[in-house]
C-alpha cells in the first residue's frame, strides 16, 4: 500500500486509476501505438495486428472463464462464426466494415447463447465437455456448407471498406483494429464495475450462494457466454478482415487450447491478464522462430522441427506456469509493482 | 441388413478400444478428480515406443510389447509425481489446463523424435478374414476386441478383489477416510496414473495394429474418447464399458447413414450432439454419481 493513499468516498475506491501517473502513462502508450505504424515494418504490423485481435479474444474468453468460472473450450468455434459472418456479409452482400463488425459479433454472440444453454445444468468438467461440442458442431458446419464458406477451400474475404473508403491495406487495418480494442477494453473494463459485472463474478465465487443472494444465475451465464461471444465474435471478423481468406484450418481446437493457454498465463479473471497473456502466447512463435533460425544456422535439422519445438515450449510455458504462478503475469506485475512503490522500505 | 450388421460390428471394435482408453480416464478421474486430455498423447507415445521398439531395435513383439507397458508405468507415475501432484487442490480449469499443457508438450516430443509421417505398423494379428454368420471378420478386430473384453475382466476383478484395488475403491470414495484407514493416497494416486498409462498405451498398440499404421493423428482418437467417458459418467468404470461400445456403434451408424446425405464428417460430431443431448437430461452421465452441493 502506498503512503498517503486515502480513500474518502466509494467512487474513490472503485476508481479505476487511483492517481494520475497510470492516466499519464497510458495516454503515452496509445500515442506511441498511433504513432507505431510509421515506423513498423510489414512483418511486425502483421504481427501487432494479431496480438490486437488476439487480445480481444482473450478478453471475452477471460469474461466467461475467468470471470464468471465456465470453462469454454469452443473459443476457436466462436472464431469461425465471426470469421465467415464476416466472408458472407462483406462478400456476398457488400456491407461496409462498421456495420459487418458488430453484426458479426452479433451472430457469434446468438451462436454463444444457443452453445451457453446446457450451462443450465451443467458444471465444471462436464461444461467443458459440452463446449467441446460446440466446437466440432461448428467445425462440421464450416467444413459442410459449401455453398456459404467454401467448405474445405476456405473463402475469401474482401477488404475493409467504410464510407466509400477502401481501407485494406495493414496500416488502415492496424488503426481500424487499434480504435476496436481500445473500446471493447473500455467497456470490458467497466463492466466488471456493474451490477451485471459483479453477478458473473459472484457466480464464479459460488454458484448456489449467488442464486441464494438474489441473483438469477442461469440468465447471467447466458448472458455472459453472449457477451464473450460477441467479443471473440469481433475478433474473428477482424482476423477474417486482416488474413483476407478463412478456412477451417485456421480454427482447429488448438486454437480454443492456445486462447485458455493466454488466459491462464496472463491470470484469470483480470482485464490486464487478457492483454498480456495474449501479447506473450502471440509472440511466443514469433521470438522461437527467430531463435530457430540462428539454431538452424549451425544445425540445419532444427529447421524442420519448429512446430514440435513450438508445441513442446507452449506446453512447458503453460505447465511451469501453473505451477510456480497460478494467477498469471497480472498477478507477478501486481507484485513487482508493490515492491518498487515501497522501495528501499518494502519488507 | 447386412450392411447394418458390418456397420455394429465395426463400432463395437472400435467401442471396444475406447472403452478401454475411458478405462484409464475414469481410473484417474475417479482417484485424483483429473480428467486427464493427454490420455490421446499417452496411447501416441505407447504405440510409437513399442513401434520402435520392434522396428529399430528388432525385438520380438512380446518382449517389445512389454517393455512398452513397463515404460508407461514409469511414465504415469513421473507425471503424477513431477506434474499433478504440485496441482492438488487447484481448481478445475487448472486442472484442465495442465493436462492440455501436457499434451502439448508429449506431442511436440514425439513428432520431435518419430517426424510425422504415416509409419506401417506391424501386423500383431492374422489379419485373414473368418466367417461369423453372415459376415466376414478380419481376424485382427475379433482379437483385438477379445483382448479388450479380457483386459476390462482383469480390472474389474483387479479393482473388486485385490487388495490394491479396493484401496483405490477407498480413495475415490473419501480421501480422508482411506488415509485414516492407513492408505497411502499418493501411493494410490501414482498407481491410477501408471494404470492409465498403461491402458492407454494398449490402447494405440491395438488401434495401430487394426489401422496397420501410425501417425500423430493418433492422438486426437483420445479426444474422442472424452465423450464416451462423459456420456458413461467420469466416475463409473461399468460407464466407461457402456459408453464406448455405445459411442463407437453410434459413430459407426451415422457414419454409414448420414455421410452419403451430408458429404462426410458425421463420424466426428454425432457422439458429440448426443452427448450434449444426454447431459441435457442426465446432467453427470448414465451411470455418473450425482454430486450434491451445499452451501
Known sequence: MRCGDFRESYSEDMAIFDSRLPRVLLGLLLALLAALPAFATTYWLDVLNRIFIAIIAATGLNIVTGFTGLISLGTAAFLAVGGYTTAALAGKAGLPFFVVVPLSGAVAALVGLVFGIPSLRLKGLYLAVATLAAHYVVEFTVTHWDSMTGGVNGISVPAARAGGLALGDDRHIYYLILVLLVGLLFFAKNLFRTKVGKAFVAIRDHDISAEVMGVNVFRYKLLAFAVSSFYIGVAGSLLAYQARIISPENFPITVAIDYLGMVIIGGLGSILGSIYGAIFITLLPELLRLGNDALAAHWPAAMGLFSQFKSIVFGLVVVLFLMFEPDGMAARWHHVKNYWKLYPFSY | ?295
Request: proline share 5%; with cysteine.
Open chain 2, 1 to 295: 441388413m447386412e450392411f447394418f450388421l458390418q456397420l455394429v460390428l465395426n463400432g463395437i471394435v472400435t467401442g471396444s478400444i475406447y472403452s478401454l482408453v475411458a478405462l484409464g480416464f475414469v481410473v484417474i478421474y475417479k482417484s485424483t478428480g483429473v480428467l486427464n486430455f493427454a490420455q490421446g498423447e499417452f496411447m501416441m507415445l505407447g504405440a510409437y515406443v513399442c513401434l520402435a521398439l520392434t522396428v529399430e531395435y528388432h525385438l520380438p513383439f512380446p518382449a517389445a510389447f512389454a517393455l512398452t507397458m513397463g515404460f508407461m508405468a514409469v511414465l504415469g507415475v513421473l507425471t503424477e509425481r513431477l506434474v499433478l501432484r504440485p496441482m492438488i487442490g487447484e481448481p478445475v480449469i487448472s486442472l484442465i489446463m495442465v493436462t492440455l499443457g501436457l499434451s502439448a508438450i508429449l506431442k511436440g516430443v514425439v513428432q520431435a523424435i518419430w517426424g510425422t509421417d504415416l509409419r506401417p505398423f506391424p501386423t500383431i494379428f492374422p489379419t485373414e478374414p473368418v466367417q461369423l454368420g453372415p459376415l466376414p471378420v478380419s481376424q485382427g478386430y475379433l482379437y483385438s476386441t477379445a483382448s479388450v473384453a479380457l483386459l476390462l475382466l482383469v480390472f474389474t476383478l483387479f479393482f473388486k478383489f485385490t487388495r490394491s484395488g479396493i484401496a483405490m475403491r477407498a480413495t475415490a470414495f473419501s480421501q480422508q477416510v482411506a488415509l485414516s484407514m492407513g492408505i497411502s493416497v499418493q501411493r494410490i494416486f501414482a498407481l491410477a496414473w501408471s494404470i492409465a498409462a498403461v491402458v492407454s498405451a494398449i490402447g494405440g498398440v491395438l488401434l495401430a495394429g487394426v489401422r496397420g499404421g501410425l501417425d500423430a493423428a493418433l492422438a486426437f482418437f483420445g479426444l474422442k474418447v472424452i465423450p464416451v467417458v462423459i456420456l458413461g459418467g467420469l466416475d463409473s468404470i461399468g460407464g466407461a464399458i457402456v459408453g464406448g461400445l455405445v459411442m463407437g456403434v453410434l459413430e459407426n451408424l451415422a457414419g454409414g447413414y448420414l455421410d452419403p446425405l451430408v458429404g462426410g464428417g458425421a463420424k466426428e460430431v454425432a457422439p458429440f450432439i448426443v452427448l450434449v443431448g444426454i447431459l441435457t437430461i442426465k446432467p453427470y452421465g448414465l451411470f455418473g454419481k450425482v454430486k450434491i452441493e451445499r452451501v
